[in-house]
């Protein structure tokens, strides 16, 4: 069985690998990622200046899912720069992740880690949950803005995690500025914006915002598969897919598989079960793909069948 995969022409060893956001912070998190079987080493979404995050609590677990308003709890991007070249001894490839507020951010960090020792680079136009920040990825003009100021800045593929569409109009629209842009790659999707109310106590089960944060877990699988596959379709094979939310199996990464993934993300699933989630699912995946006569990742990529 060959796992192998590739993102914007860099090779993976197998198509799983954890999501920014979970247990990616510091340099032991991070070490503790590159020891296990995660094909790459994605970086916590990182900003100019390091930040606390928002009040506790902030983080709610639950059976199906997490439900959070972090509020971006990060070392700052110079942080990152420098943990790239002790993280290159792992033989993997290194993910940055950068979420800014302002173009001048983006132009800075995009710019800084161009010249850095990272393989890729995802931006993250998606964060919900910084007061004040809108989402960039649901404001186009304001993202055509954005990627016009990063895209050429070096040769590194850059990348973009997206929030969840729902309107066909809006695929459209982010698919037109992802090829003008020559965009390398997508992430799909980013949390949903939620509420969790606590019927005993009658409140909201974390502080920030007035309890309003971004859901993740089982149930926005539908979400991110139905994101993955339409801009697979709009994108023609053009530019490479990582498809994430609600992956705990090895079932949920072989269905992104179908609707057109290149390489599946772990977020929920790596915060609960630790770093052995990596192995578990791609075994699982590959006993899947065995059983039904597939011999590769790329062999079983956008396979779906329409009724
Ligand atoms: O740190 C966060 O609160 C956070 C980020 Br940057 C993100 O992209 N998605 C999310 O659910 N939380």
Sequence with gaps: MNTKTKIAGIELDSCILNASGPKDATMEELEAIAN????????KSCTIEPREGNEEPRLYVFPEGCFQSMGLPNLGYKKYI?????????????IASLAGFSKDDYVTMVEAFQ???????????????????????????QAEKLLKSFVGLGEKPVGLKLPAYYDMNHFQQMAKLVLKYNISFLTCINTITSLIINPETEATVIKPRKGIGGVSGTFIKPF??????????????????????????????????????????????????????????????????KRKGYNSIES????????
Excluded at 36 to 43: E, K, L, P, R, W
Excluded at 82 to 93: E, M, N, T, V, Y
Excluded at 300 to 307: D, F, H, P, T, V
Aim: glycine share 10%.
């Design 82 to 94: 420098g943990f790239a070249p002790q993280l290159k001894k792992f033989k993997k490839p290194i």
């Design 300 to 307: 079983a990529k956008g396979k779906l069948k329409y009724l």
């Design 36 to 43: 296990s079987a995660s094909a790459a080493i994605m970086m």
């Design 224 to 289: 991110g598969l139905s994101n993955v596959r339409i801009f697979y379709e709009l994108l023609e094979n053009k530019v490479s897919i990582m498809g994430v939310g609600g992956i705990s199996t090895g079932t949920d990464a072989f269905e992104y598989l179908l609707a057109g993934a290149d390489a599946v993300q772990i977020a929920t699933t790596f915060e609960k079960e630790g770093p052995g989630c990596f192995e578990r699912i791609n075994n699982e995946m590959k006993e899947i793909l």
């Design 115 to 141: 010249r850095s020792e990272v393989d890729l680079i995802e931006v993250n136009l998606s964060c919900p949950n910084v007061e004040g920040k809108p989402i960039v990825g649901y404001d186009f003009e």
